[in-house]
């Protein structure tokens, strides 16, 4: 079974600049997940989709990260304009589901390396 | 509202000795527990979890962890290290029902020496 692509691995941007992440789930999983991981943290939930409406995006920095799942499917996650506090992983992750009662394990993909000059 | 404390930034054992990240708890419901490995430049794996049943979990790879309510604790083990066990590790709280939002801790980074 194909696991959760992401696209690019890594990414070197200057700040002010604008910047996009790609995310595939696993076929199937109607929850999609992004996380921002900066370097010895734990990774933060950013927003939480469930196939194409958004769940939970209250840890999101509206101002200049934007999300969307437009198909239920694949999903993008843009930095405009990027800050040298935006350098961090982004990780994505997909469950079976976020809803009804039993917990559904999420599945990580191997992130995206964001540096900010 | 839930949070999660893991003790120790960095732990450094020899191969074949016994390996303990602890893990401490914060929830105002009756969490999920669950411990991740991350192992460099890949992504996060799911060793175990607890959900309600038996408060002693088995995971992948011979560890396991103890769900301890009194304490509010998680702690993970494994009898003996091996190389490849070098990885970060961490300890994330969580619903039982839906909505799946997970609370990460900050990490363990764990070291093993040959």
């Known amino acids: 079974e194909a696991g959760v692509a992401q696209s690019p691995r890594y990414k070197i941007i200057e700040k002010r600049q604008s910047v996009a992440f790609w995310c595939n789930p696993i076929?199937?999983?109607?929850?999609l997940y992004w996380y921002q991981q900066i370097l010895g943290q734990g990774p933060k939930l950013l927003i939480q989709?469930?196939?194409?409406?958004?769940?939970?995006d209250s840890q999101l920095p509206k101002d200049r990260f934007s999300a969307e799942r437009l198909k239920g499917v694949d999903s993008t996650l843009k930095i405009q304009p990027a800050k040298l506090e935006d350098s961090a992983v982004y990780l994505c992750a997909s469950s079976l589901s976020a809803s009804g009662g039993a917990y559904n394990e999420q599945f990580f993909g191997p992130g995206t390396r964001l540096t900010v000059l | 509202a839930q949070s999660v404390t893991q003790l120790d930034s960095h732990v450094s054992v020899s191969e074949g000795t016994p390996v303990l990240l602890r893990c401490n708890y914060s929830?105002?419901?009756?969490?999920?527990l669950f411990w991740y490995v991350q192992h460099p430049n890949k992504g996060l794996q799911l060793l175990l979890k607890y959900t309600s049943a038996a408060t002693l979990v088995k995971g992948i790879n011979g560890f396991e962890a103890e769900f301890k309510k009194s304490e509010t604790s998680f702690h993970l083990t494994k009898p003996s290290a091996h190389m490849s066990d070098a990885a970060e590790y961490f300890c994330?709280?969580?619903?039982?029902?839906?909505?799946?939002?997970?609370?990460f801790g900050g990490g363990t980074r764990v070291l093993v020496k040959p």
């Open positions: 076929s199937g999983h109607a929850t």
């Open positions: 989709f469930q196939n194409n409406g958004v769940v939970d």
């Open positions: 929830s105002s419901y009756s969490p999920s």
């Open positions: 994330v709280v969580g619903p039982r029902a839906a909505g799946n939002k997970l609370t």
